[in-house]
């Protein structure tokens, strides 16, 4: 694996992305009256010729979906329609058989219109063959591909067949239309394979974007990006897709349905099967904007399912959210474009619960003095007070308006006052523009040094005071509590806190799909010391269990040795560990 080429390529442009356009479109589109998820429904479409006459006839154009990408500040659109649901269609003419394809080059149509708006098409792609023969209809033929091929063994219904034909697709795709920007793929469970597969495509394609739908720890090596589908996430609040997640920031993407199921229907009937998970209960678009400014505040790309009728326009409740989210981001794309999720690696106020019940989100600017906080669920009262984690603030702003607000900093809080929330009900999401001082209130790292009992090799507890989000500090003693850590400062200084970034192990509700545990430290002390054998308790109490930073306030005190002590954590696994921490100074 190439590291450098692979920084390069996300670097390029799917870093910094942020929204996606997923279409789901095929031979499974259109308008039922019988429930379409019952197997003795046959599929609105049964041939290829009945498929492209219909989207003649509805006026099917390239330009609606790349202009609702435009409406969306969408970076690029992913194609699913050689999918499983969708009867294995090749939207464009191809000379591998195998499953369907059209005579009509709906894709050349697709990334023609896409390149004249700068944005990138990817190309998903199923790894298996299991809706080969689906609600009565044998979509995939494999006498004609061991024909293509010369070879009366291969089987492109069984798994090693599918996955020598689906590289031939791939490779055709690569040959006729180098503009393609990736692929999506589903179903790469098997990590071995999937390596092979994805370093056999970069070695077609250097600048490839290779995104896996992935449920697993981490990605492989030639994986550029993992993406977090929805399915069988808990999510706290709701609304926070990240917290139903297991994956820290950074080169992810969040894929979820927008309304509706992934590909169009119809709108749906009590009868039918999905009809309570798919239509009953559809979010609003300001819910939506929330789970979208969630999917921002981990520096994660959103990817939003849009199911598109056969003549490529959409259902007018989705295009209620086309035009509230193109109003929501006129305002407020620069609290989401150009910057990271705040309270991981790149600073940032912290994100989660704050004080009288509110809720939110951060982003940072990195390397510049501008924050943003993302009010989700408003405070209860007029005042919505939060730690400063080491910022001082010259200037809060209600982003929308452009109107300052008045805030008071004290003991390492900020205050903010605003004359109502009504934009979190209005728009979904308010946004306080924060610009902060040069000078922070927090130690410099290369003035102290951290130590502990125990430690792995490849973990040491000097890695608290590194910038890198991949080093981190695990205990090697397992199951040990209480365990610490002790930082020694190079003189006495004032303090009034600590700031702690953990590794996002465990999604923060329990009992979704596959989901591990939270190992977030839960019971906690903090003690200082002047010379470091005389001891006295700053603080004690428990860590939330939510993502990004927390921050831990207590007195002033003066000390040169800081100890901070876990005593469990919240999956009960006894797995002490920790990315990052600051001391915060008075």
Known sequence: MNTSAREARLQAWYRDARIGLFLHWGMRTGDYDRDPFDPDTPYAFETVEAFEQAAADAGWSAQRWVSTAVRLQAKYITLATFHCDMGYLKIWPSDVPGSPCTKRDYLREIIDAAEAEGIRVVIYVNRDSKHAFHHGIQWLDREAYCAYKGDEQVDIIARDGWLTYSMDVMLELLDRYPEIAGFWFDGYHDKLEAQDVFARLHARREDLILINNDFSDGPVADEDAMALEDFGKRCSPDYDYASGTWAGPHDKEF????????????????????????????????????????????????????????GGDFPDLIDSFTAHFGQFMAWASESIYGTYGGGYDQGGFPPGRWQDGAYGVTTVVPGERTHYVHILTPPAGARLTLPDAGYAVELAQDLKTGEPLAFVQQDGWLTVTAPSWDAVEQDGDMVLKLIVAEETGIVPRHQITVSTRWEMPYAPASNVLDSHYGRYFKSAMANQWPQSLTFKLAGETSLRGISLVQPESGAVGEGGYAAPVSERIKAYDVHVSRDGETWETAASGELRNQRGKQVILFPPAAASHVRFTAHNNHGGTGTFQLISADLLTH
């Open 255 to 310: 894929a979820f349905k927008m309304k509706w199921d992934w590909f169009y229907l119809g709108a749906g009937k009590p009868d039918w099967g999905a009809y309570e998970l798919n239509y009953a209960n559809v979010a609003s678009d300001q819910e939506f904007v929330k789970r979208i400014a969630t999917i921002a505040g981990s520096s994660w790309n959103a990817h939003l399912g849009y199911g598109p009728k056969i």
